[in-house]
Structures are given as C-alpha cells and as structure tokens.
C-alpha cells in the first residue's frame, strides 16, 4: 500500500491564479480530510469528506476554497484567485471508517504552496 | 470549543536523559488524544493514542482528566527521536472525525 498521496508536492502560483491540489487516499480508505500549516503554526482543519460527499466543512474559508471526492479519482481542494496569505502546506489524511470506529487517519506528505 | 496547547516549540535533550513533551487541552467532553511525530523528511505519522495504552519506541502518555493534561514521556532518549512532535484531539460530541492539533514541538535529542 503506498499510503496517502498528494500532488503536487510543491506548487507555485502568482495571485490572482488557481490552485488545486489533488489526494488519493490509501486503498480501501473512504474518508478524506485537508488540513493547513500555516508557517509557524500547527495544522488547522479544513474539510472532511466521504466520496460525493462533504461531511464537515467548518474550517473551509468561506469564500474562494472548495473541496470535492468525487466517486472516482482523487479528492481535490480548489483555490481560487490565491492570494498571498493562502501560502502553506495543505495536508490530506484519510482513514477506513466512518465516525464512531478505530479511524486513524493516515497522512500524506504534503503540498507546498507558495503564492508571489 | 476545544483547543490543544504544546508550550513548548523547541525541546533539546542529551542523549540517555528522560524526555517530557508536554500537551494540555481544553475540552468539555470526553476526548480522545493522539501523538503524531514528524521526522525529518517524513510525512506525519501516529505515534500513539491514549485508548491504546500502549508503548511506541519507549514513549508512552497518560491521558489525565483533572489535569487537562497527555504529556509524551520517554525515560531514556536517543537521537533518532529529534523529530516534529504533535499532540491532537478529537472531540466527537462537538466535532466528529475532525482532529485539532496543537502547534508542535521540536525535539533534538544531542549525542
């Protein structure tokens, strides 16, 4: 199993552009979630989802970012019109089970997103 | 709401000595409380969760109520723990599957 993956693993954009930022979850993993490490600080959740579905999006900034997991391929966090403040490293996790089971969610590696 | 507090960003040992990261948290439910650790180059990783009580490469942690408290304790470090350590919680009642990290601590652990 190669564990969580994340492309790109670093991504430059000017402002004003777009980001997406792709996570295939491990085999037989469900269940996604997006995280963001802001420089200096620890990691913030964004977004929990099951496939074509959003569970929980109360850290999702309200304007500009959506994720999705569609039924097939990757989970993607879309960025629009970046800006500067929106630089960080956007983790994924997954996990097997829903709420309530033995659901440790397993990290990706990362994408670093710079904006200039 | 909850929240997990690490007061310490850098942490530096010598090698042999006991080792304490501390993780105090703010939670009105029954949470549960996870270590990850981060090493250099690598992608974070579950170190341990306290409903395991289990012991992952010497380290344990004892989750404690009326101290708000899941300190990461190690009696006797070696220098392959210098890493990235990160305690979390999870507050089903209020929040679900989501996890709240606190803001990490940086462990060097000297010859």
């Known amino acids: 199993n190669a564990g969580v993956m994340q492309n790109p693993r670093h991504l430059v954009r000017r402002r004003g552009q777009e980001a997406r930022l792709r996570c295939s979850p491990m085999?037989?993993?469900?269940?996604v979630y997006w995280y963001r490490q802001l420089p200096e600080e620890g990691l913030k959740f964004m977004v929990y989802?099951?496939?074509?579905?959003?569970?929980?999006e109360s850290g999702m900034p309200k304007e500009r970012f959506s994720a999705e997991f569609p039924k097939e391929g990757p989970s993607i966090l879309r960025i629009q019109q970046v800006v500067r403040g929106d630089s960080a490293a956007y983790f994924c996790?997954?996990?097997?089970?829903?709420?309530?089971?033995?659901?440790?969610?397993?990290f990706g590696p990362g994408t670093r997103l710079t904006v200039l | 709401a909850q929240r997990v507090t690490q007061p310490e960003k850098l942490l530096s040992v010598f090698k042999g000595a006991p080792v304490e990261l501390k993780c105090n948290y703010s939670y009105s439910g029954s949470p549960e409380l996870f270590w990850y650790v981060q090493y250099s180059r690598q992608r974070l990783q579950l170190l341990l969760r306290h409903i395991s009580r289990e012991s992952i490469k010497g380290f344990t942690a004892d989750l404690n109520k009326g101290e708000t408290s899941f300190h990461l304790k190690k009696p006797f470090a070696q220098e392959e723990d210098s890493a990235m350590y990160y305690c979390?919680?999870?507050?089903?009642?209020?929040?679900?599957?989501?996890?709240?990290f606190g803001e990490g601590t940086q462990l060097t652990v000297n010859p």
């Open positions: 085999k037989g993993h469900s269940h």
């Open positions: 989802l099951q496939k074509e579905n959003i569970i929980d």
């Open positions: 996790a997954s996990s097997p089970l829903p709420s309530g089971g033995t659901d440790t969610q397993y």
């Open positions: 979390a919680l999870r507050g089903r009642e209020t929040s679900g599957s989501r996890l709240t």
